[in-house]
Nanobody, 113 residues
Framework: QVQLVESGGGLVQAGGSLRLSCAAS?????MGWYRQAPGKQRELVAA????????NYADSVKGRFSISRDNAKNTVYLQMNSLKLEDTAVYYC?????????WGQGTQVTVSS
């Protein structure tokens, strides 16, 4: 059983920054962030391998978002810079321990003009 606790969402003006955090109850091999906006499918934003540090990003956020982790704290972060209106969504932390998938509760990110 894995529990994920998310924080850091909020309201920010376009061009601003936010940092999301996801703390897990144990070490997890693979963690990432997904988001879902109204009328859209849930999509991958970024993922990281906790052992190798390798990362993967959606094309829409490359160069603006950065995923990182602190293995000692079982925590993954998503630094979001140069935020755009299209980034508005509920962001979900995801942890994978094959074959199981665990999801956080979700945190709202709203970008305003």
């Amino acid at each position: 059983q894995v529990q994920l606790v998310e924080s850091g969402g909020g309201l920010v003006q376009a061009g601003g920054s936010l940092r999301l955090s996801c703390a897990a109850s144990r070490n997890i091999f693979s963690m990432g962030w997904y988001r879902q906006a109204p009328g859209k499918q849930r999509e991958l934003v970024a993922a990281i391998n906790s052992i190798t540090g390798s990362t993967n990003y959606a094309d829409s956020v490359k160069g603006r978002f950065s995923i990182s982790r602190d293995n000692a704290k079982n925590t993954v972060y998503l630094q979001m810079n140069s935020l755009k209106l299209e980034d508005t969504a509920v962001y979900y932390c995801r942890a994978g321990i094959p074959p199981s998938i665990y999801w956080g509760q979700g945190t709202q990110v709203t970008v305003s003009s």
